[in-house]
C-alpha cells in the first residue's frame, strides 16, 4: 500500500507504546513448554508475535489471545505435538531461530518456512551450533535458509564461543541446552540482549551469568507464571526522535521498558543533546520500565560503535534520521549486522533518506552522516521493513512536501497503531 504523509507543525501528547517484541515472544516460547499456565499481560499483537502463537498452536499448545491478554497453556517441552503443516514464522527472525532451540529436543520432524525476506536471512548462525548439539537439521544452502527441516532428540551441552553478540543466537543455544543433557554456555564478543536469561529464571530455571558467558544445566523444567510485558523501547524510538526533530513538542512515552542491554538509544540520544526525562521507573521488576518525556531539541553529531551497537541495534535507522538533524558529522560503524535485518538496513536507509535530501553515505559497517539538512517530500520505500517504514514517515513529518511511502503495511509487524498514535499526537495550528 502507497500511503501519502503530509508534513506536520509539532507533536504534543501522551503515548502508550504496544509491549515489547522480545519479551513477548520469549513469553509465549517460555510458557509453552513450561508445565502449568502462563498469563501474559502487555503482550504485542504485531504480527511478528502472532506468528509465535500459530506456530505453537501447530505444535499442540492451547493459547488463547485476546488483545493484549494471552493465556498459555503449557504442558512441559514433551508435549509437543509433531506438527501438522509446515510452521510459518512470516517475517519474524527471533521466531525461527528461538524455535529451532526449542524443536532441538522434540523427537520429530517439523518444517520451517517464512517470507521473502525470512528466505534471504542466514540460519547457519544458529542450525550450526544446534547440529553440533545433535539436532538434524536441512535446508536450503546447506541448512543456511528457509525452508528449513529439523528433527530433534536430546540435545547435548556445548560451550559455545559465539562469532557474533547476538541475543536470538545464544537464545536458541542455551533453549536447546534446557532440555538437554549437560551444561550447556555461551559466549559472545560483546552482551546481547539478556530478556532470556531474566524470563528463564522468572520461568524458575537456574542461569548463571559470568561477564560475557551465560551457562545453565540440562534437564531443567519450566514452571508456568505471570509475565508483565513492558512498552518496547525500540517502538518508543520512533517518537523519541519524532519529539527531538519536530519543532515545538513535547512528548510523554508511557511504561518504556529500560532493560540496560536495550537502552543505547536514550545514551546516544541524550549525548547529541536530547532532552529526555525519566519519570515513575521501576528497577525492582524482572525487566525495569519507566516513563520517558522528550521535548524539542538541538542535536550535535556523535560517533556510535563497539560495545554500544548491540544495545541499539534496531533503532539505527531512525538514529540515522536523527543525525540528519544534527549540527556536524556522525559515523556509525561496528554495525554490519544491520546487512542481515529484515532489509539490508544499511542500503535501505542511505537510499531512502538520499532520496529525500539527507547527507549520507553507506560504509560496510554503517554509515556517515552530515547535518543539518532540510529534507523534503519524496517516492520512497518500506521494502516490507517495519522499521524503514516508521522511520521514513516521522521523516516525512519535517519534509517539505508530500511523501509516498510504498509498502506502509509493513509497520503492523511491530506496531500495528503507529499511524493512529502519530495522528492522535499531531498539531497542525
Ligand atoms: C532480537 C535480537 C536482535 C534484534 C531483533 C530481536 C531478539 O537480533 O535485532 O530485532 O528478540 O532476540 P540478533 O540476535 O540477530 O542481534
Redesign the pocket.
Known amino acids: 500500500m502507497v500511503k501519502r504523509l503530509t508534513p506536520i507543525k509539532s507533536l504534543n501528547g501522551t503515548i502508550k507504546v504496544p509491549g515489547d517484541?522480545?519479551i513477548s515472544?520469549r513469553a509465549v516460547m517460555f510458557g509453552s513448554i513450561a508445565e502449568g499456565t502462563t498469563s501474559i499481560n502487555g503482550f504485542l499483537t504485531g504480527e511478528d508475535c502472532l506468528s509465535t502463537i500459530s506456530c505453537f498452536q501447530k505444535l499442540g499448545v492451547a493459547i488463547k489471545q485476546e488483545n493484549e491478554h494471552v493465556i498459555v497453556e503449557g504442558k512441559g517441552i514433551k508435549g509437543l505435538q509433531p506438527p501438522s503443516s509446515d510452521l510459518d514464522v512470516g517475517n519474524s527472525?527471533?521466531t525461527i531461530r528461538l524455535m529451532l532451540g526449542i524443536l532441538a529436543n522434540t523427537p520429530f520432524t517439523s518444517v520451517l518456512t517464512g517470507d521473502d525476506s525470512i528466505a534471504k536471512r542466514p540460519m547457519n548462525r544458529v542450525t550450526q551450533p544446534l547440529k553440533q548439539m545433535g539436532a538434524r537439521i536441512e535446508g536450503r544452502d546447506s541448512g543456511n535458509k528457509v525452508p528449513l527441516q529439523i528433527e530433534g532428540g536430546t540435545a547435548k551441552g556445548i560451550h559455545y564461543h559465539s562469532p557474533i553478540?547476538?541475543?536470538?543466537?545464544k537464545?536458541a543455544i542455551l533453549l536447546a541446552g534446557l532440555e538437554g543433557e549437560g551444561t550447556t554456555s555461551v559466549t559472545e564478543p560483546v552482551k546481547?540482549?539478556d530478556?532470556t536469561e531474566r524470563m528463564l529464571e522468572a520461568f524458575g530455571a537456574n542461569i548463571k551469568n559470568d561477564g560475557l558467558t551465560v551457562s545453565l544445566n540440562g534437564g531443567q523444567q519450566l514452571k508456568g507464571t505471570h509475565i508483565e510485558v513492558p512498552g518496547d523501547i525500540s517502538s518508543a524510538a520512533f517518537f523519541l526522535v519524532a519529539g527531538a526533530i519536530i519543532p515545538d513538542s513535547l512528548i510523554t512515552l508511557k511504561k518504556v521498558g529500560l532493560n540496560p542491554t536495550r537502552t543505547g538509544i536514550l545514551d546516544v540520544l541524550q549525548d547529541m543533546g536530547a532532552q529526555i526525562t525519566y519519570q515513575d521507573v521501576n528497577e525492582e521488576s524482572s525487566e525495569p520500565y519507566g516513563d520517558l518525556v522528550i521535548h524539542t531539541s538541538r542535536l550535535k553529531g556523535t560517533i556510535i560503535k563497539g560495545n554500544l551497537i548491540?544495545r541499539l541495534?534496531?533503532e539505527i535507522p531512525i538514529i540515522a534520521l536523527a543525525a540528519t538533524q544534527a549540527e556536524g558529522q556522525t559515523i556509525i560503524q561496528d554495525a554490519q549486522?544491520l546487512r542481515v535485518?529484515e532489509t539490508d538496513r544499511i542500503e535501505t536507509v542511505v537510499n531512502q533518506l538520499k532520496k529525500m535530501g539527507a547527507d549520507i553515505q553507506a560504509t560496510e559497517d554503517g554509515m556517515i552522516i552530515h547535518g543539518k539538512t532540510p529534507l523534503k517530500g519524496a517516492n520512497v520505500d518500506s521494502y516490507g521493513d517495519h522499521r524503514i517504514g516508521m522511520m521514513l514517515s516521522v521523516a516525512s513529518c519535517i519534509a517539505e512536501g508530500d511523501t509516498f511511502l510504498s509498502n506502509s503495511e509493513a509497520v503492523a509487524v511491530s506496531y500495528p497503531a503507529f499511524f493512529d498514535q502519530l495522528n492522535a499526537i499531531t498539531k497542525n495550528n
Do not use: N
Open positions: 517484541k522480545s515472544h527472525g527471533t553478540a547476538s541475543a536470538q543466537v537464545s546481547s540482549r530478556h548491540p541495534i534496531d549486522e535485518k
